[in-house]
Every structure is written in structure tokens, then in C-alpha cells.
């Protein structure tokens, strides 16, 4: 079964730096969202982008938060200069119909 | 913020179904009702989504009243894999961006 794959599973960077999380949606998806969950608390939406452009955004997704499809399998997440309170699970998604969204199994960015 | 409301925890015995419920008392004509579930700290997983008719599939069952202000997930032979946080969404059919907005949901422990 087709799966949406996400790495690194665990990054760890300085407060400041740059970092690009990477994920493979499901190949004929159209959809591709952007989830977090610090630890302890409820999974909160960052980003959603459709037809190369985002689509929706929460306001937990500042100006240092960028999306990209750099070619047509890859939808990254990058975060310009890390605070201690980006801490979290990140999690991507993607669909094709209007009713399932396939998570990833998350990538955990610990800011250091 | 989630348009619904769940216990926060419920217990259930290996084998026995187990019975989710969910308040969505204010819920619109054109929002659908999805549960998705999260084991331990893994991606949520899609379970099932409906409208206003009773929905099976072969992960669960979901019934919703007829004034479409609760609902009930039901798991009928729930087993130790299924301890998991349920979540119950509402979201418009319709949604251009299919954002989804997670509670807190319900702590399913499935106990031998």
C-alpha cells in the first residue's frame, strides 16, 4: 500500500540554524499539508498547498516558515533561523480525494 | 478551535467493541464527520468519515443520530493494537484546502 514517507525521523539543531524537513507524498496526490505536535499537546495544522502554491496557512506559519515541491515527488518544510519552541513532531500529509488525508510517520525536530 | 467534544478517556476490554462517542452539536448541513486516530506518537491514521448515513468499513462503524449533533465510532472486536488517541473531526465536504482541526480526542486503552 502506498505510503507517505518523511525524513530525517529525528533532526537535532542549534537554535538559529536553518532546517529543511523532507517528505515523499503518495505519487497521485494532488493535496499536501504540513501538521505539528509539541509534545503533550494536540496536532495543529501549519500549511496546506495545492497546484504549487499554498493554499492555506495558520498563523503558527510565520515568515520563517517556507513550503516547496522542488520537483514532482518531493514537498519540503523549511524553517529559517529555529527557536526552542519549534521543538516538535512534524508531520506531512497528502490526498487525492476530498476525504482521506495519508499522514507520514513525522519527523522529530529537537532545537537544542 | 474543534467544533467537538469527547471524553477524554475510555477503557475497553480485548474483544469487546468499543464505543467512542462524539458531540457535535453544532455542526452545519454541509460538514462531514471524520475520526482518525494517533498510536502512540505515530501520524494520524484515517478511519472512517460520513455525512448524515450509519458508514461501515473494514476498520470500524459510525453512527450518526439523526439530528447529526453526535455520533459514535464504533471499533466491534477492539484488541491491544487499537489503544490509540481517537479524534473526531468536522469539516466541510466542500473545503478547497481540507485542513483538518484536531482536539484533544479520546484516549482509547484497550486492556487484556
Known amino acids: 500500500e502506498p505510503e507517505v514517507t518523511q525524513t530525517p525521523s529525528h533532526q537535532v539543531t542549534q537554535m538559529g540554524q536553518e532546517v529543511i524537513l523532507r517528505c515523499v507524498p503518495i505519487s497521485n496526490h494532488l493535496y499536501f499539508y504540513w501538521y505539528r505536535q509539541i509534545l503533550g499537546q494536540k496536532v495543529e495544522f501549519l500549511v496546506s498547498?495545492?497546484?504549487?502554491?499554498?493554499?492555506?496557512k495558520s498563523e503558527i506559519f510565520d515568515d520563517q516558515f517556507s513550503v516547496e515541491r522542488p520537483d514532482g515527488s518531493n514537498f519540503t518544510l523549511k524553517i529559517r533561523s529555529t527557536k526552542l519552541e519549534d521543538s516538535a513532531m512534524y508531520f506531512c500529509?497528502?490526498?487525492?480525494?476530498?476525504?482521506?488525508?495519508?499522514f507520514g510517520p513525522g519527523t522529530r525536530l529537537t532545537v537544542t | 478551535d474543534a467544533k467537538t467534544t469527547q471524553p477524554p478517556s475510555m477503557d475497553c476490554a480485548e474483544g469487546r467493541a468499543a464505543n467512542l462517542p462524539c458531540n457535535h452539536s453544532t455542526i452545519s448541513g454541509n460538514e462531514y464527520v471524520y475520526w482518525y486516530r494517533q498510536i502512540h506518537s505515530q501520524g494520524p491514521q484515517y478511519i472512517i468519515h460520513g455525512l448524515k448515513n450509519n458508514e461501515t468499513n473494514e476498520m470500524a462503524s459510525l453512527i450518526i443520530t439523526e439530528d447529526r449533533k453526535s455520533s459514535t465510532l464504533i471499533l466491534p472486536h477492539a484488541t491491544l493494537r487499537d489503544t490509540a488517541v481517537y479524534y473526531c473531526?468536522?469539516?466541510?465536504?466542500?473545503?478547497?484546502?481540507?485542513?483538518?482541526?484536531f482536539g484533544q480526542g479520546t484516549t482509547l486503552q484497550v486492556k487484556p
Open positions: 473531526i468536522v469539516r466541510p465536504g466542500s473545503s478547497n484546502t481540507g485542513k483538518l482541526i
Open positions: 500529509a497528502s490526498r487525492i480525494s476530498m476525504y482521506e488525508q495519508y
Open positions: 498547498f495545492y497546484n504549487n502554491e499554498i493554499s492555506e
